[in-house]
């Protein structure tokens, strides 16, 4: 239940342009600040080598500033590597749903055989058990099997 109220939320924030601008802004900076990682530079060394403040390179790595495609070009080329714009959409964002909306119902379907498992192995548990009963006043044991 709580999955499905996630990907109602989730389909409905994805309605707010600001809300998909922010996901860009933050996945942008993440790739960037994961390619500097992969550099081994530190942000003193790619402002340095950028001839930038560190504290503009932490925002840019951050995604506390609008980065233009020129600052991207620049931090890619100070790193060495180059980077891609790809166009998808709004099909982008739909398959987003999609998937959410598949891993909910995986994830109720995985719960329904687990509890179906569940009270399966009870149930033979119970039908195989032998229980044991000492009788009072004596040693014997009694053994009982349940139906």
């Not at 100070?78 to 909910?104: P, R, S, T, W």
Request: glycine share 4%; hydrophobic share 40%; proline share 1%.
């Amino acid at each position: 239940m709580l999955n499905k109220e996630l990907a109602s939320l989730w389909e409905e924030s994805l309605k707010d342009e600001d809300f998909r601008f922010e996901l860009k802004a933050q996945d942008v900076a993440v790739n960037l600040a994961n390619a500097v990682a992969l550099s081994g530079m530190t942000q003193k060394e790619l402002a340095d080598k950028l001839g930038w403040k560190t504290s503009r390179v932490s925002k840019v790595l951050h995604g506390a500033s609008n980065l233009t495609l020129k600052t991207m070009f620049q931090v890619c080329e100070a790193l060495g590597i180059d980077f891609d714009v790809h166009f998808g959409g709004k099909h982008h964002l739909n398959e987003q749903i999609q998937v959410i909306n598949a891993k909910h119902h995986e994830i109720e379907s995985m719960l329904k055989t687990a509890r179906q498992l569940n009270a399966m192995s009870w149930n033979r548990y119970a039908q195989v058990k032998t229980f044991s009963r000492v009788a009072y006043g004596s040693d014997e044991t009694a053994q009982v099997a349940c139906p």
